[in-house]
Structures are given as C-alpha cells and as structure tokens.
C-alpha cells in the first residue's frame, strides 16, 4: 500500500504524477503547511485524473485563520486565488483555499478533523483498493466516465451499483468491504 502521508512516491509515477510532485516542491507547500497535517488526496495520487483534476490538499487546523493566514502571505498572489468557507458540513466549517500554479489547480481544503478521518483521505483509500481489486479495465471506466464529466465518487458508485449519495454509499461499501475501520 501507498504511504499517501509522503508525497515522495509520486516521484516514482505516471508523467502527471511526477509533475504534480515537482510543482509541490518548486511551491514548498508541504514544508509551509506541515503544522496543519497535510495529505495529497483525489484523483492525481491514485492515478484516476483527468486533464482538468486538481491537486487537493487536505489540512487540519481549529482556527482556519491561521492556516489562511500563512497561504495568503506566501501564495495570495497567485492566479486564482480565492478563500471559501462553507458553514457547516457534517457539521464541520470547512474552508477552500484555491490558488493555480503551472498547468495544476490546487485546493487546500481545511477542516478541525485528522486528515486522515477527513472524507476525502478515506474515499481516496476505498477508490484505491477497488481500483487494486477490479484492475486496469474497471480504471480505464471510471477515467471515461470522469471525462464525460461524472464526479470521482458518483463515477464509483455507478460502476459498484450503489444506490443513494455517492459519497455516503461509497464509505459504506469501503466499511462493509473492509477497506477502511
């Protein structure tokens, strides 16, 4: 299994990989937001991305204005940049910082939660192991469905049959299948 904590293994991948590892480190966004637990999530670590996927990062900090604090004085001035916040999700506030840089939209996104209990960090460890069980045809469908446009977890659902929110069933269909506890 990848140790997805390290972003150095993307060194090691695909074209889009390795360029997605050089434009962390030209930006040194890990060293900056080490103190906010990052983890590279999505599509581009598990090899699923389109032409348009972005590199999201997610973060951990309880005052979300410390964490935009230290993005803005260093990347503020990149194309794109902007902060969201969204009131309550899961009855968590989370916060969106986008920014671009080179050819990568990049999301930071920040909640008071591990990274790794965040949504995201488990949906991207669930499409993982399907994607190691069900192999290169059943990746190739799910690349073809995203390029229709289709989300990463409702592209998920449809290829596993799984009935209602996309993102709630694929969490339960990663539970139940034991991919994450």
Same mark, same amino acid.
Request: glycine content about 6%; proline content about 4%.
């Given at each position: 299994?990848?140790?997805?904590?390290?972003?150095?293994? =993307?060194?090691?991948?695909?074209?889009?990989?390795?360029?997605?590892?050089?434009?962390?480190?030209?930006?040194? =966004? $890990?060293?900056?937001?080490?103190? $906010?637990?990052?983890?590279?999530?999505?599509?581009?670590?598990?090899?699923?991305?389109?032409?348009?996927?972005?590199?999201?990062?997610?973060?951990?900090?309880?005052?979300?204005?410390?964490?935009?604090?230290?993005?803005?004085?260093?990347?503020?001035? =990149?194309?794109? $940049?902007?902060?969201?916040?969204?009131?309550?999700?899961?009855? =968590?506030?989370?916060?969106?910082?986008?920014?671009?840089?080179?050819?990568?939209?990049?999301?930071? $996104?920040?909640?008071?939660?591990?990274?790794?209990?965040?949504?995201?960090? %488990?949906?991207? +460890?669930? !499409?993982?192991?399907?994607? +190691?069980?069900?192999?290169?045809?059943?990746?190739?469908?799910?690349?073809?469905?995203?390029?229709?446009?289709?989300?990463? !977890?409702?592209?998920?659902?449809? %290829?596993?049959?799984? !009935?209602?929110?996309?993102?709630?069933?694929?969490?339960?269909?990663?539970?139940?299948?034991?991919?994450?506890?």
């Amino acid at each position: 299994m990848i140790n997805f904590k390290d972003i150095t293994y =993307l060194k090691e991948g695909t074209v889009r990989q390795k360029e997605a590892y050089k434009v962390l480190l030209e930006l040194n =966004l $890990f060293e900056l937001l080490k103190n $906010f637990n990052p983890i590279l999530v999505g599509t581009i670590p598990i090899n699923i991305d389109v032409e348009s996927s972005d590199l999201d990062i997610i973060c951990q900090s309880e005052n979300h204005e410390d964490i935009v604090k230290v993005v803005r004085e260093k990347y503020g001035k =990149l194309p794109g $940049f902007e902060v969201k916040t969204i009131p309550s999700y899961k009855n =968590l506030k989370t916060t969106i910082i986008t920014l671009e840089y080179k050819t990568f939209p990049i999301e930071i $996104f920040v909640q008071n939660k591990l990274p790794e209990e965040q949504d995201s960090y %488990l949906h991207m +460890l669930i !499409e993982y192991q399907v994607l +190691l069980k069900e192999g290169g045809v059943f990746r190739s469908k799910i690349i073809a469905l995203k390029q229709q446009g289709l989300k990463t !977890e409702p592209a998920f659902a449809k %290829l596993l049959n799984l !009935e209602g929110n996309p993102y709630e069933a694929l969490l339960t269909y990663g539970f139940q299948k034991g991919y994450i506890s």
